[in-house]
Nanobody, 114 residues
Framework: QVQLVESGGGLVQPGGSLRLSCTGSGSLFNIMGWYRQAPEKQRELVARMTYSSKATYSDAAKGRFTISRDNANNTVYLQMNSLKSDDTAVYYC??????????WGQGTQVTVSS
């Protein structure tokens, strides 16, 4: 059974930082990444990284968020700095296997509020 399990969400004040983690099991993933979905908005890409550590960021994430991977532990991280209220959303881990199968984590809530 393939699973992606996220952790690290929570409540943070504007300007603060959070680090999200996602560990996969049951498969290796060619691409691992993070998406987010705010209330009444579509799910959008935040950042993703290939197995060889090539990263892609959304415009909203560039300069503030950093994605990284630990391939030995099938884990992807998202370090989020300078958080804004607009970053409030459910953050989902995403994994794409070498066979093209796509998997999602259950989501973790990030709330940026004073």
């Amino acid at each position: 059974q393939v699973q992606l399990v996220e952790s690290g969400g929570g409540l943070v004040q504007p300007g603060g930082s959070l680090r999200l983690s996602c560990t996969g099991s049951g498969s290796l993933f060619n691409i691992m990444g993070w998406y987010r979905q705010a209330p009444e908005k579509q799910r959008e890409l935040v950042a993703r990284m290939t197995y060889s550590s090539k990263a892609t960021y959304s415009d909203a994430a560039k300069g503030r968020f950093t994605i990284s991977r630990d391939n030995a532990n099938n884990t992807v991280y998202l370090q989020m700095n300078s958080l804004k209220s607009d970053d409030t959303a459910v953050y989902y881990c995403n994994g794409l296997t070498i066979w093209g199968a796509e998997f999602w984590g259950q989501g973790t809530q990030v709330t940026v509020s004073s």
